[in-house]
C-alpha cells in the first residue's frame, strides 16, 4: 500500500454480521464494484490479525476484475482473487470465507473457480503465499522453495512490507 491508501486504510475491529442465515444456498460468481465495501471488511478484518495481506479500498476497485465471490442471499460471504504474474504462472490472493460460511467448501470452490479460470487463459500453474498451507494442500496444492516463485519476488515481495521477515508458505499447484 502507497502513503496515500494508507491515510484511507482503517481495518475494521469486526467481522460484518451477515444478514443471511448460515443454510443459506451459496452461488460463486464474478466481483462486482458494489461489493468492493464487503470485501475490504472481510479482508482487512483477517490483515489486522495478521492472517493475510491487506488491501486498501482504491486497490480493490481497482483489482475487482480479479474477484471472484460467494454470495448467500445477497450478501457476498467470501471471496478470492486470481493475479496473473507472468507467462505460466497466476496466483491465488486475498482468500477469505466468513466465520458463518466456514467449513461448507466454499473455499475450494472459490479456489476451483479461480484455477479454471487460469487455465482457460492457457496459464500452466497457479501459486499462493499462505499462512494456511494445510487448505491448500487439501486442494492439490504443494510446497516449493520461494526462488521457484521469481517473477512474483520481482514484482511484489521486494515492496511488500513483509519482504525480510515473510512468513508465508509458497505453495503451486499446476492446471
Ligand atoms: C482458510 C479458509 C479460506 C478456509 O475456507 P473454508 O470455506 O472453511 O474451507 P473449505 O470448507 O472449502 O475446506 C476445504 C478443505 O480444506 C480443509 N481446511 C479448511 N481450512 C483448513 C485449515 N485452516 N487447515 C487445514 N485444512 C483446512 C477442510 O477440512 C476441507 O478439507 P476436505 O475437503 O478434504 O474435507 C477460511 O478458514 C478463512 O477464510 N480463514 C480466515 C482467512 C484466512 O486465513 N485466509 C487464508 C489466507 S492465506
Given at each position: 500500500?502507497?502513503?496515500?491508501?494508507?491515510?484511507?486504510?482503517?481495518?475494521?475491529?469486526?467481522?460484518?454480521?451477515?444478514?443471511?442465515?448460515?443454510?443459506?444456498?451459496?452461488?460463486?460468481?464474478?466481483?462486482?464494484?458494489?461489493?468492493?465495501?464487503?470485501?475490504?471488511?472481510?479482508?482487512?478484518?483477517?490483515?489486522?490479525?495478521?492472517?493475510?495481506?491487506?488491501?486498501?479500498?482504491?486497490?480493490?476497485?481497482?483489482?475487482?476484475?480479479?474477484?471472484?465471490?460467494?454470495?448467500?442471499?445477497?450478501?457476498?460471504?467470501?471471496?478470492?482473487?486470481?493475479?496473473?504474474?507472468?507467462?505460466?504462472?497466476?496466483?491465488?490472493?486475498?482468500?477469505?470465507?466468513?466465520?458463518?460460511?466456514?467449513?461448507?467448501?466454499?473455499?475450494?470452490?472459490?479456489?476451483?473457480?479461480?484455477?479454471?479460470?487460469?487455465?482457460?487463459?492457457?496459464?500452466?500453474?497457479?501459486?499462493?503465499?499462505?499462512?494456511?498451507?494445510g487448505f491448500f494442500s487439501r486442494l492439490g496444492f504443494r510446497e516449493i522453495p520461494k526462488t521457484y516463485l521469481h517473477h512474483k519476488i520481482w514484482q511484489d515481495c521486494d515492496i511488500c512490507f513483509k519482504?525480510?521477515?515473510?512468513?508465508?508458505?509458497?505453495?503451486?499447484?499446476?492446471?
Amino acid at each position: 500500500m502507497n502513503e496515500q491508501s494508507m491515510a484511507w486504510y482503517h481495518p475494521p475491529a469486526e467481522l460484518p454480521r451477515l444478514q443471511v442465515p448460515p443454510d443459506a444456498a451459496v452461488h460463486i460468481r464474478r466481483g462486482r464494484v458494489d461489493d468492493v465495501p464487503r470485501l475490504y471488511e472481510l479482508i482487512n478484518y483477517y490483515a489486522a490479525r495478521g492472517d493475510m495481506l491487506p488491501r486498501a479500498m482504491d486497490h480493490l476497485y481497482h483489482r475487482v476484475r480479479e474477484f471472484h465471490v460467494a454470495e448467500a442471499g445477497g450478501e457476498v460471504v467470501g471471496c478470492a482473487a486470481l493475479k496473473i504474474i507472468w507467462r505460466d504462472l497466476a496466483e491465488v490472493i486475498s482468500m477469505v470465507v466468513h466465520p458463518d460460511f466456514q467449513g461448507r467448501s466454499l473455499g475450494r470452490q472459490l479456489v476451483e473457480s479461480l484455477v479454471q479460470e487460469a487455465c482457460s487463459l492457457g496459464i500452466a500453474n497457479v501459486c499462493t503465499l499462505t499462512l494456511q498451507p494445510g487448505f491448500f494442500s487439501r486442494l492439490g496444492f504443494r510446497e516449493i522453495p520461494k526462488t521457484y516463485l521469481h517473477h512474483k519476488i520481482w514484482q511484489d515481495c521486494d515492496i511488500c512490507f513483509k519482504k525480510d521477515r515473510c512468513d508465508e508458505i509458497p505453495m503451486i499447484r499446476e492446471c
